[in-house]
């Protein structure tokens, strides 16, 4: 990036804030921001990108904020948009960034050096179980099949993920037979460079069963192509209600991908409030119920303090089985 576009940058951010904050107390009606530019660590059409753009589209279309922008900037597993953002607070204010579990994990690891204490925690706002699957055609109907054929040949049931060793599909795969009795560290997994391929693996029969998103898993289910034989949310999830939780299994584990934003380090306390006012607000409009349903998403709303117990929660979490694992 050159010295010239990241000025640019800095001074359509700062005129950005300008707008966004200086009239908010003016607004009428339920308008509670002019506009909002939200900074993506990932390309156009990952999951970053449609968690920032649908919530810009649900603010906009229900009169909460008068304008959405969006810059999405790649690099890093995310740390080149965290970096940006913390070295250019100042001018970053009406700038609000999405993130998601890897921020937990690709800080653990030393991805990059920041972490989501380094950042203003603004709301979690959605989540994205994990799901357990095998193919259609498989004899494993639910996690006591797939644990009896681990039992009988643990090196012919592996588990596949569209994440590398110590990614989030490694993790809850390790988490589930974990909590089911099993070593973590037995347990194979093979990693596959997208989810994807993942997929083909697990309906060529070349894994025995795939970890993966629940809302990924929903439309392959719908489509006849695979059993969902264990969810990680801990009551039923509506879209996907014939599919049982791994508690209703017997085994003691949750998890649930979190998608949510953050505001550049020092941002005001009034600033914050406004931001987490317009995305509460949100929850209640038919135009997020829209947005929200055309992608499977699940409202997992935690605020403020909330949000940081949340995230602690998680990392602790996280942070032992990696340790357990050999990624720490």
Same mark, same amino acid.
């Given at each position: 990036?050159?010295?010239?576009?990241?000025? #640019? #940058?800095?001074?359509?951010?700062?005129?950005?804030?300008?707008?966004?904050?200086?009239?908010?107390?003016?607004?009428?009606?339920?308008?509670?921001?002019? =506009?909002?530019?939200?900074?993506? /660590?990932?390309?156009?059409?990952?999951?970053?990108?449609?968690?920032?753009?649908?919530?810009g589209?649900?603010?906009?279309?229900?009169?909460?904020?008068?304008?959405?922008?969006?810059?999405?900037m790649?690099?890093g597993? %995310?740390?080149?948009?965290? &970096?940006?953002?913390?070295?250019?607070?100042? =001018?970053?204010?009406?700038? +609000?960034?999405?993130?998601?579990?890897?921020?937990?994990?690709?800080?653990?690891?030393?991805?990059? /050096?920041?972490?989501?204490?380094? +950042?203003? +925690?603004?709301?979690?706002?959605?989540?994205?179980?994990?799901?357990i699957?095998? !193919?259609? $055609?498989s004899?494993?109907?639910?996690?006591? $099949?797939?644990?009896?054929?681990y $039992?009988?040949d643990?090196?012919?049931?592996?588990? !596949?993920?569209?994440?590398?060793?110590?990614?989030?599909?490694?993790?809850?795969?390790?988490?589930?037979?974990?909590?089911?009795?099993?070593?973590?560290?037995?347990?194979?997994?093979?990693?596959?460079?997208?989810?994807g391929?993942?997929m083909?693996?697990? +309906?060529? &029969? *070349?894994?025995?069963a795939?970890?993966? &998103?629940? =809302?990924?898993?929903?439309?392959?289910?719908?489509?006849?192509?695979?059993?969902?034989?264990?969810?990680?949310?801990?009551?039923?999830?509506?879209?996907?209600?014939?599919?049982?939780?791994?508690?209703?299994?017997?085994?003691?584990?949750?998890?649930?991908?979190? #998608?949510?934003?953050?505001?550049?380090?020092?941002?005001?306390?009034?600033?914050?409030?406004?931001?987490?006012?317009?995305?509460?607000?949100?929850?209640?409009?038919?135009?997020? *119920?829209?947005?929200?349903?055309?992608? %499977?998403?699940?409202n997992?709303?935690?605020?403020? @303090? @909330?949000?940081?117990?949340?995230?602690?929660?998680q990392?602790k979490?996280?942070?032992?089985?990696?340790?357990?694992?050999?990624?720490?």
């Amino acid at each position: 990036m050159t010295t010239f576009s990241m000025g #640019r #940058r800095a001074l359509i951010a700062a005129a950005m804030a300008a707008l966004s904050f200086g009239s908010a107390a003016q607004a009428d009606g339920q308008k509670v921001l002019d =506009s909002i530019h939200f900074l993506i /660590p990932g390309g156009a059409g990952g999951g970053w990108d449609g968690t920032a753009r649908g919530t810009g589209e649900a603010l906009t279309k229900a009169g909460l904020v008068g304008s959405a922008s969006y810059e999405n900037m790649s690099g890093g597993g %995310g740390g080149k948009a965290i &970096g940006f953002l913390i070295e250019n607070a100042a =001018s970053n204010e009406g700038t +609000l960034m999405v993130n998601s579990t890897p921020i937990v994990i690709r800080s653990l690891t030393g991805v990059f /050096p920041q972490s989501f204490r380094d +950042l203003t +925690l603004v709301a979690g706002t959605i989540g994205d179980y994990a799901a357990i699957v095998v !193919g259609k $055609d498989s004899p494993v109907n639910n996690m006591s $099949d797939l644990l009896a054929a681990y $039992d009988a040949d643990p090196s012919a049931t592996a588990i !596949g993920g569209g994440s590398v060793p110590g990614g989030m599909d490694h993790l809850v795969a390790a988490m589930a037979m974990e909590a089911a009795g099993k070593d973590a560290l037995d347990v194979k997994y093979i990693p596959y460079d997208a989810g994807g391929k993942a997929m083909a693996a697990l +309906l060529s &029969g *070349e894994i025995a069963a795939l970890s993966t &998103g629940l =809302s990924e898993a929903i439309d392959l289910a719908n489509a006849g192509e695979v059993k969902i034989i264990g969810v990680t949310a801990d009551a039923r999830v509506p879209a996907a209600a014939d599919a049982m939780t791994m508690k209703e299994q017997g085994i003691d584990m949750s998890f649930v991908n979190w #998608r949510g934003f953050f505001g550049a380090p020092g941002l005001s306390a009034e600033k914050t409030a406004v931001y987490q006012e317009a995305i509460a607000k949100m929850y209640d409009t038919p135009e997020w *119920e829209e947005v929200r349903a055309r992608n %499977g998403w699940v409202n997992i709303h935690n605020s403020g @303090d @909330d949000f940081k117990t949340f995230l602690e929660s998680q990392e602790k979490t996280i942070g032992d089985l990696m340790k357990k694992l050999g990624f720490l």
